[in-house]
């Protein structure tokens, strides 16, 4: 095979995350900490104190324990049996990276498991309060009432993790207004006025993209999504606090924060809540986020709580045009490189020498020569052939496949750059596809498209727009088992709530959420099939009171697998002037043969 021409990889690794045989030495420890403790059953949750999609390695203990590394997942440990519950994504994951013959994977729809079924009577249940939250440790509580005693505890497997990791710390970045569009002064400002609509004395904040968003701050905490993580504390009148790690606390950071917010180290968190409990002052909490250890601590100490969702999420969802001129940047930026790639693509993949690691690694190069791209916004889903048809496919070493020509190839990426954060999905051509494949292609881009020119008024939730891009799908017996949409934050998290486009979206959209637009169709042991856009809500022009989406996504979409027949005028309308903005403004960007390939993928059809 060629050697690759492109660098290694830097934002993403291929090797196995995972041993299998170390779950036997892990699990054998684990229980007799357990023993020791007088606990029959511990719960492992993949989550961290912060509850982000990605945690430091020196949080990982579901990993650690049964080697399972996906972005959700929870285990049940028994004395004598263990139990790793995943989705449908992790169905083919799971079991390759643990033990099974001493773990065994259930696929779940929800973490919220039937505990009856696996735990034996009278046993005693432990958890880690810093890793659950109170509607976690409510709903399992309810269902072992009567039947096992639940317990916090200590964790555990930090009692057995002893080469443990450190905590990261990273430099910590202050976004400046031409990036944030809003000083962190008048975002706490705006903050404490909707804390005292809520009757709320203080709020306390666990979720980093919160907290990064309110402070203007970024950092490099966890892989793939520029967060600092700490707690926040802030109150109705006067300044907040930051807890942060002190080897994170620079002079600039100090500087830029004189004034408006104060920083202390994280361990003075604990004192901090106590004395809100003990002036009894009404304290915001988030039940969906916040760790179940704070909310006992406050309300042990005599604090009211007020259990809502965290007052920082809409507003960060709604951005500001500073957000959305970064953002615009940021696709262009990536318009650049999506035409390098797709046009060396091309030329490559009819010769069958591509792999899935190769082409993630050419597509990161052609991003890593803008200098402000700092990361992938999270591992690049390469899914040649049948291993397109697994929604979330990481593809590794052990798994690494040759594309062969004729297979649709599917590639899923997105990259943080200093200005904004992408997420593009595009089905390849490779040399030929068949009338089946053609045929649920353009079904795929014809909901796409739907959901791209939909008009409809303000009050309306993702939920209610769901069905335009599944519609073509359903008229011909299929359907796909993922969200159309989901909130992408403006140089933070690529999956941001509240809002986005599925059945559980119930918020009404509102202008300036940034949201995917992706339909997809999958045929198991043979293709994958999926397009994607990001899209932002805006005023209709011209229709008061109505709200429409303005794409913001500028890579070809490839005609060559569109059935013709099937795209109505307006569709065909739709794409050709999608391919006419990118000629406009990546065409300039770009010169020579890639300039010729991009002029060619932008044809009128």
């Known amino acids: 095979m060629t050697p690759s021409p492109f660098p290694p990889a830097q934002f993403q690794s291929f090797e196995e995350k995972s041993d299998p045989t170390n779950v036997a030495p892990r699990l054998a420890a684990l229980r007799k900490a357990m023993k020791a403790a007088g606990v029959d059953y511990f719960l492992v949750p993949r989550a961290d104190a912060h509850r982000g999609e990605s945690v430091p390695v020196s949080e990982a203990r579901l990993a650690y324990v049964t080697g399972f590394t996906g972005s959700a997942g929870l285990a049940l440990i028994g004395l004598k049996d263990a139990h790793l519950f995943v989705d449908s994504r992790y169905t083919l994951q799971a079991p390759a990276q643990t033990d099974t013959a001493l773990v065994e994977v259930h696929e779940v729809t929800s973490l919220s498991i039937d505990a009856r079924r696996y735990v034996k009577k009278d046993a005693v249940v432990a958890y880690d309060p810093w890793l659950h939250t109170p509607g976690e440790v409510r709903d399992l509580a309810e269902k072992l009432k009567g039947y096992a005693k639940l317990i916090s505890h200590d964790n555990l497997i930090d009692s057995i993790w002893h080469d443990r990791p450190a905590p990261p710390v990273s430099a910590i970045e202050i976004l400046g207004h031409n990036r944030a569009g809003k000083t962190a002064a008048d975002k706490i400002a705006d903050l404490q006025a909707t804390l005292a609509d809520d009757g709320a004395d203080a709020a306390v904040f666990t979720l980093p993209e919160s907290i990064c968003w309110l402070f203007n701050i970024r950092g490099r905490d966890v892989p793939n999504t520029p967060f600092v993580l700490g707690f926040a504390m802030v109150?109705?009148?006067?300044?907040?606090?930051?807890?942060?790690?002190?080897?994170?606390?620079?002079?600039?950071?100090?500087?830029?924060?004189?004034?408006?917010?104060?920083?202390?180290?994280?361990?003075?968190?604990?004192?901090?809540?106590?004395?809100?409990?003990?002036?009894?002052?009404?304290?915001?909490?988030?039940?969906?986020?916040?760790?179940?250890?704070?909310?006992?601590?406050?309300?042990?100490?005599?604090?009211?709580?007020?259990?809502?969702?965290?007052?920082?999420?809409?507003?960060?969802?709604?951005?500001?045009?500073?957000?959305?001129?970064?953002?615009?940047?940021?696709?262009?930026?990536?318009?650049?490189?999506?035409?390098?790639?797709?046009?060396?693509?091309?030329?490559?993949?009819?010769?069958?020498?591509?792999?899935?690691?190769?082409?993630?690694?050419?597509?990161?190069?052609?991003?890593?020569?803008?200098?402000?791209?700092?990361?992938?916004?999270?591992?690049?889903?390469?899914?040649?052939?049948p291993n397109g048809a697994i929604v979330h496919y990481r593809v590794s070493t052990k798994t690494d496949r040759r594309l062969n020509p004729g297979e649709l190839m599917l590639v899923d990426s997105g990259a943080q750059y200093l200005s904004g954060t992408t997420d593009i999905t595009r089905t390849l051509w490779t040399g030929k596809a068949s009338a089946e494949q053609k045929d649920r292609y353009t079904r795929v881009l014809k909901g796409m498209i739907a959901i791209s020119m939909a008009r409809f008024p303000r009050g309306t939730s993702g939920a209610q727009i769901d069905v335009l891009a599944r519609q073509f799908l359903w008229a011909d017996g299929v359907t796909y088992n993922h969200g159309t949409g989901h909130g992408v934050g403006a140089y933070l998290g690529v999956h941001e709530g509240p809002i986005g486009i599925s059945s559980r979206y119930s918020l009404p959209l509102e202008a300036g959420n940034v949201i995917s637009n992706e339909p997809g169709y999958y045929k198991a042991g043979e293709y994958g099939i999926r397009i994607e856009n990001l899209v932002v809500v805006r005023d209709a022009e011209g229709f008061p009171g109505y709200l429409e989406f303005e794409t913001l996504t500028l890579a070809p979409i490839d005609t060559r697998l569109i059935e013709m027949t099937l795209l109505s005028d307006a569709e065909r309308a739709w794409l050709n002037a999608f391919h006419k903005r990118i000629w406009d403004e990546i065409g300039p960007r770009v010169s020579g043969e890639v300039k010729d390939w991009l002029h060619r993928a932008t044809a009128v059809i």
């Open 235 to 385: 109150p109705k009148k006067g300044e907040p606090t930051l807890f942060l790690d002190p080897a994170k606390v620079t002079p600039e950071l100090t500087r830029a924060l004189d004034g408006i917010a104060s920083i202390e180290a994280t361990k003075k968190l604990t004192k901090t809540l106590e004395k809100l409990g003990k002036s009894e002052k009404a304290v915001l909490v988030d039940p969906a986020s916040a760790p179940t250890a704070i909310v006992d601590l406050l309300g042990n100490s005599g604090a009211k709580l007020i259990e809502k969702r965290d007052p920082v999420l809409l507003p960060k969802s709604r951005k500001n045009e500073a957000e959305l001129a970064g953002m615009r940047e940021a696709h262009r930026l990536d318009g650049v490189a999506l035409a390098k790639f797709l046009h060396w693509f091309d030329g490559e993949a009819p010769k069958g020498e591509l792999t899935e690691i190769g082409i993630v690694t050419a597509l990161e190069a052609f991003r890593r020569e803008d200098e402000s791209c700092v990361d992938a916004s999270f591992d690049t889903i390469s899914g040649a052939g």
